[in-house]
């Protein structure tokens, strides 16, 4: 009978990655957030168009987040256990993604009815997820500790500046490039239509230059990075449920900050476009010129947030090292919430703007902190899976938001949009609140 040596193996140190080794496996995200910053902007306004009610259009919107609730776990898990001498172990992923939601966003304009635009939506949503959950683990395959925070950030700024010209698009294409925004009605505008086209390109092209332009650590590397930690071949998607069951202290923690947080994001992606046309331009009719330039500023409004986050991003590495991640993530959740609520106070569409300023800052919060404070509590072998489970509280709050919104809004404020706002405000300001009782166990290891 054969018998089976353990070899000890001396853990080695991650090596620090240089500034352009982050830009480019950082790179690919850019073009994801085309992709979402495409469908955060102008889904609802899809939907309005063809024909959706305001109390309706949240539940339109549970296909989103239940693709991920499904997809991200499942992902991370083939993530985990995939290698290929040439393309690596997350690559794959990020290449077939590409492709399926450059697809996806060719055609999502084309929607001709509301039941095929819910349909587009759920297989945008998952080729998007496809292609996200492994870059989560990618950098957290890649980076020490050390440099998880500024890898994250790095990740973030993409993020931001990929959403700025895409959430700009309609409203570039209209007033400096002269494409017409109005359309007859259930006809989707030029300017969305060709928004999608140049988002298509964008996100193919973006995934595609970080995987043609990093390389990732082979299974021998990682378990020297590792100590010899391994991913178990014999693991099947049972193991899904059981790491859900056993998911590190830390994680649980924060669980209950990105409940909330998600669900105040989600109540602003739904409701933001009725909300202000409804509240500002005083549109009434979907097909109106007052409706059309109140959707475009809403994607200007995003165009700010995300642009302001691009920014705030490389502030939260020294501000976390000058006071902690905690107390930086509650700041940035708190001016979050303050400006979600200040919507409804704002005269005109101008001082909207300001309002996007917290909400910005929040945003860089939430594409940071919790995945740098997360990475450090997490088995190293079990990367892309817990990555993937994180997801989970993301998506929920999403479907309970669009579960109970709608019914919210149509009972309690008389289908008045604007409300949805505060809500979402209140609940930023509660996942502040929660931060006080994470564990960092990392905290003072961070650049």
Known sequence: MAVQLEKEITKVEKPNLSFWQLWNMNFGFLGIQFGFALQNANVSRIFETLGAKVDEIAILWIAAPTTGLLVQPIIGHFSDHTWHPRWGRRRPFFTLGAILASLALLIMPHSSALWMAAGMLWIL????????????????????????????????????????????????????????????????????????????????????????????????EMEQFNGGAHTEESEGFAQIFTDFINMPATMRQLAFVQFFSWLALFAMWIYTTSAVTSHIFKATDTGSQAYNDGADWVGIMFATYNGLSALFAFLFPPFAMATSRKTAHMVGLLCGGLGLISIYFMPNKEMLLLSMVGVGFAWASILTMPYAILAGALPPNKMGIYMGIFNFFIVIPQIVAAAILGFVLKNFFGGEAIYAMIVGGISMLIAALLVVFVQDKDDKSII
């Open 125 to 220: 949503d998952a080729s998007i997820n496809i292609s996200m959950e492994p870059f989560r683990a990618f950098v957290g395959d890649m980076l020490p500790d050390r440099q998880r925070t500024v890898g994250f950030a790095m990740q973030t700024f993409f993020i931001g500046v990929g959403a700025v010209v895409a959430s700009a698009l309609p409203y570039i294409l209209s007033n400096w490039v002269g494409m017409s925004s109005k359309a007859g009605a259930g006809e989707i505008p030029q300017t969305v239509i060709w928004s999608f086209y140049l988002g298509a390109i964008a996100f193919f092209g973006a995934v595609m230059w970080t995987v043609f332009n990093t390389k990732e650590y082979s299974p021998a």
